[in-house]
């Protein structure tokens, strides 16, 4: 019974969450409660109530992790953005024509998020084309753009996507044939929405964003913090590799560090001016509520997995469709719906590498439909909440622009994927 009052509760904060604008409820407010609920419906028809206690400070911790990362990410990209460190990149790009720009955008996300990850990549590359182009509608676009990039190019890296590296740490991938096989398939999952939206853009030019022109001193303060924290950003994940600890504390070291260089750059300035400078600062401008909604999603989700709805769903995948192909392609399309890391958590349980050994065409397939699936809704991936959150994109205008065009290529990469495998 409770497993059932959960899953409504959880599609009904989906609805709230979908018809934000309809509803004018704030979707933090909807997934807030959504994630509360889903514990205390789970709870309150436990035998051990100690138990799930325990278990929800497990799965906060996790959450934890995520959102920690999130802000640490987004603090250090305001912290660019408020020395005009952007204004130096923005400079070098001398096309006017929205189409090349939009290639140009698309194709620095694909490779960026293999390097750093689609979380960072999102953030950054979202900033960036809010600092270049003045229309809503365009930067809208472009935002879309960037989820299915960024999604895209995480896939094929085990550094790329917390489901790749999740894979990549329990043994079911190798690195190098993990980026052998992805690497087409996630070129072409891409390459389909970026023409397509391209040939929307064709002809159009835009007007760069005119700022208020910088001293000498600031230009070099810009310049400085850019160097610094897009370095900062890229050490995450080698810290990562080389400590074996989580990205987030990667995330706050570089944020310890940032801020530690900003007090140092500023010592010699009034107060005033460089209070407006500090991290304290950043902090106090990045989107609190997108964090929040991220964290009542996160909550409702594992729930769901708490009472075991997600390993039912996949057990049930597994009885009635009996093809791996088709199995990888739901859980792709339902990573669209609910978080990916606990849908691959799910398939890592129920298929052991006896079954299914390491570098198996069935593992290169989930991390390839879960990496990019969750491109198809604005809240299906890490990336895609982020971006909201920066260009407050709406539910209902993503699902009708960007959605089709995420399937679209997220069918013709799985296409090239058999082909290639065949």
Known sequence: MSVLLIAFVFVAGYIAIAFEHTFKINKAASALVTGVLCWTIHILQANDVHAVGENLLHQAGEIASILFFLLGAMTIVELIDSHEGFDLITEKIKTRSKKQLLFTVAIITFLLSALLDNLTTAIVMTSLCSKLLEKKEDRLWFAGMIVIAANAGGAWSPLGDVTTTMLWIGGQITAINIIKTLILPSIVVCLIPMLIIGHRFRGQKFTMQTDIVSGAIEKKDGKKILYYGVGLLLFVPLFKTVTHLPPFMGMLLALGLIWIITTFIHKDKPAEEAAQL?????????????????????????????????????????????????????????????????????????????????????????????????????????????????????????????????????????????????
């Open 278 to 422: 500090t991290v304290a600062n950043a902090l106090q401008k990045i989107d609190t509520p997108s964090i929040l909604f991220f964290l009542g999603i996160l909550l409702a989700v594992s729930a769901l997995q708490e009472v075991g709805v997600l390993t039912q769903v996949a057990e049930f995948l597994s009885t009635h469709l009996r093809n791996n192909y088709l199995i990888g392609t739901a859980l792709g399309l339902l990573s669209a719906l609910v978080d990916n890391v606990p849908l691959v958590a799910a398939t890592q349980g129920m298929y052991d590498l006896n079954t299914y050994p390491t570098d198996h065409y069935f593992w290169e397939f989930i991390a390839l439909t879960t990496g990019t699936g969750g491109s198809a809704i604005i809240i299906g991936s890490a990336a895609g909440v982020a971006v909201m959150g920066i260009e407050q994109v709406n539910f209902g205008w993503y699902l009708k622009k960007i959605s089709w065009l995420a399937l679209i290529g997220f069918a013709a990469g799985i296409a090239v994927y058999i082909v290639q495998h065949l």
